[in-house]
């Protein structure tokens, strides 16, 4: 298994509140992503980050802030949860540093609930 | 931009009987193509994938061939097993500043019966 660890695992928050979700990574992959997976959309990509305080912007990043202060962890956050983000938020990595396109490997997931 | 459309689920089937899933994409130029699988509570597994026109990508089982003339990459399956119950996502990539950007399908949910 790809060392990914995405914490917390499940959470439930109350609308208005911020929300930080982790994404650790051991493997020191260049690339890291959120994704958002709902019915009926498959998964979404929200953020991703192709190096240390280097982020772009997904199809569905309204709402949502990510930072990369060292290569291993890749954070999410909801500035102020709303109940259209109750969802499972999936973390990706990709790429050893200097190596080809490869496989995306996925993170076990986070599930949201916003009341 | 990229979008990935694949038949609705859910597909529920007999031991040792036929699968098709149906994925077909838009795109410019000819992406990479990939099929996850996502087994209950864990993140998403690569199955299989293809990068050019006519590969046919295979694993355990499972293939799928792209096919740039009906923009389609149809999963198949000679016999499923019970183990293969899953959720089946089809993908297509795009690389922008050298990150894997993934669009995936809504996802077909199999379940095989005994």
């Known amino acids: 298994d790809a060392g990914i660890t995405q914490s917390p695992r499940h959470k439930v928050t109350e609308t208005g509140t911020p929300v930080t979700l982790r994404c650790h990574q051991t493997?020191?992959?260049?690339?890291m992503y959120w994704y958002r997976q709902d019915p009926g959309h498959g998964l979404r990509l929200i953020h991703y980050?192709?190096?240390?305080?280097?982020?772009d912007k997904g199809e569905v990043s309204d709402g949502y802030s990510v930072s990369r202060s060292k290569t291993e962890d890749f954070l999410l956050t909801l500035e102020s949860a709303t109940s259209s983000q109750t969802s499972v938020y999936f973390c990706a990595i990709s790429e050893r540093a200097g190596g080809p396109p490869g496989e995306l490997f996925f993170g076990e997931g986070s599930r949201l609930t916003v009341l | 931009g990229n979008s990935v459309t694949q038949m609705e689920g859910p597909v529920t089937l007999s031991e040792e009987a036929f699968l098709t899933i149906n994925c077909t994409y838009t795109a410019t130029g000819y992406p990479s193509l990939f099929w996850y699988v996502q087994y209950p509570g864990e993140g998403l597994q690569l199955l299989l994938k293809?990068?050019?026109?006519?590969d046919k990508g295979s694993n355990k089982g499972f293939e799928a061939t792209y096919r740039k003339e009906t923009t389609s990459f149809h999963l198949e399956k000679g016999s499923v097993q019970v183990s293969d119950s899953a959720v089946y996502f089809c993908?297509?990539?795009?690389?922008?500043?050298?990150?894997?950007?993934?669009?995936f399908g809504q996802g077909t949910r199999l379940t095989i019966n005994p």
């Open positions: 993908a297509s990539r795009q690389i922008i500043q050298g990150a894997q950007k993934l669009v």
């Open positions: 980050s192709y190096g240390v305080k280097d982020t």
């Open positions: 493997e020191n992959h260049r690339y």
């Open positions: 293809a990068t050019k026109a006519d």
